[in-house]
């Protein structure tokens, strides 16, 4: 760049605060702006999974781009080392019953990929805990995790120390910069900037929280419910409640959560949990707009619905594109947000 671009990020969540970073590393003058104290209305409270084997073998609207899911994971190891977060490499492994386990396996090998069948003493080896009665377990290496609030706080260290500034408020407009990133979650009031997050859509999340010993051992996906190793526990989520926006804990989708989530891990049906709750933001084709906005110096960095960290590096990657007119790579069409325009 030959003079530095101003640029406001509003939203610092995944997306937000990845992108205001490679921002700043590619030389631009970035101002973040978020009037939530933690950062991230869903981004704080993700499970972490950077699962492009998984997510597309159980996810219908992901299964035609795992080739992009694969791209965007395999950014993760250079933010991994810029940052400082510890990207867990163990793999997930799908338990359940025949039927479902079919469906993985078929799923998996449609991708071109190989799942390793493993047996019930392997299966308890990788998962301490595990339910005894179930028969084996698929295991993918392809899928890998983070600890999603530690990235975010790495994330937010990072931008600090590449001079990011920030606003612990909503940004209204350009804020006086030249560009303005719109990285607001589901978070609409910037629609007059930005009509098309009218196309966004709310898709709530119930997530459990265990104290007590940490579990140590690979992701785990059944059927209804998934449980990764946390500090101090374990995660298990995840309801999906379209079209609900609101943050409060229902006791129905907690009762079903953990029911599925007992089925995998006994010693969970009596274990303290605390409920947390998210909102994702979901295009119609479950793609997040990643690009240029319809209003000059407007860009989008918003509806990665379920993959948000997954995808946040290819995001701030294409982002960072935009602003520099560099190599915008080959992912950038399929993100673009003009894909909605006519619809
Ligand atoms: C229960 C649950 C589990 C999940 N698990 C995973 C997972 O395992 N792996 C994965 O990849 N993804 C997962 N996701 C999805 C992922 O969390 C989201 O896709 C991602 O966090 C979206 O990040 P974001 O930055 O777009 O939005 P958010 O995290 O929602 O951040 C948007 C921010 O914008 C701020 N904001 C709003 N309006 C303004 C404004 N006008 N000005 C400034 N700031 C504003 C908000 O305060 C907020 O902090 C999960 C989501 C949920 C809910």
């Not at 205001?20 to 104290?37: C, F, I, M, R």
């Not at 073998?57 to 781009?65: E, I, N």
């Not at 989520?237 to 006791?251: H, K, N, P």
Request: a neutral charge; one cysteine or more; hydrophobic letters at 50%.
């Amino acid at each position: 760049m030959s003079r530095k671009p101003r640029i406001t990020v509003a939203g610092a969540g995944a997306l937000g605060l990845t992108t205001a970073l490679a921002l700043a590393d590619a030389g631009a003058e970035v101002t973040v702006y978020d009037p939530s104290p933690e950062g991230g209305t869903a981004s704080a409270v993700a499970a972490g999974m950077l699962a492009p084997v998984f997510e597309a073998v159980l996810d219908a609207q992901t299964r035609a781009h795992v080739d992009l899911m694969l791209a965007a994971r395999d950014l993760w190891p250079a933010l991994e080392a810029r940052i400082g977060v510890t990207v867990d490499r163990a793999g997930a492994m799908a338990v359940g019953e025949a039927s479902f386990l079919h469906t993985v396996d078929a799923g998996v090998r449609k991708l071109g990929l190989h799942p390793t069948e493993l047996s019930r003493n392997a299966m308890i080896g990788l998962a301490p805990g595990l339910a005894p009665g179930w028969g084996h377990a698929l295991l993918t290496r392809e899928d890998w995790r983070i600890d999603a609030a530690a990235a975010l706080m790495a994330l937010r260290r990072a931008c600090e120390a590449a001079g990011v500034t920030f606003h612990a408020r909503a940004a209204d407009g350009f804020e006086g910069a030249e560009r303005l990133v719109i990285a607001t979650g589901m978070g609409r009031d910037l629609a007059v900037m930005a009509p098309l997050l009218d196309r966004l859509s709310p898709i709530k999340g119930h997530i459990l929280r265990t104290e007590g010993p940490a579990y140590q051992g690979v992701v785990v996906r059944g059927e209804g419910a998934y449980a990764t190793p946390a500090p101090g526990g374990l995660t298990l989520g995840a309801t999906m409640q379209a079209g609900a926006e609101d943050l409060a804990v229902e006791a129905n989708q907690v009762a079903g959560l953990l029911e599925a989530g007992a089925r995998l891990f006994p010693a969970l049906a009596t274990a303290k949990l605390t409920a947390q709750t998210g909102v994702r933001a979901a295009t119609p084709d479950g793609l997040p707009m990643v690009g240029r906005g319809r209003h000059h110096g407007v860009l989008l960095a918003v509806g990665a619905r379920r993959n948000g960290w997954l995808l946040a590096p290819l995001v701030a990657r294409i982002i960072t594109a935009c602003v520099t007119e560099g190599e915008l790579g080959p992912y950038a069409a399929r993100l673009d947000p003009a894909r909605f325009d006519n619809t």
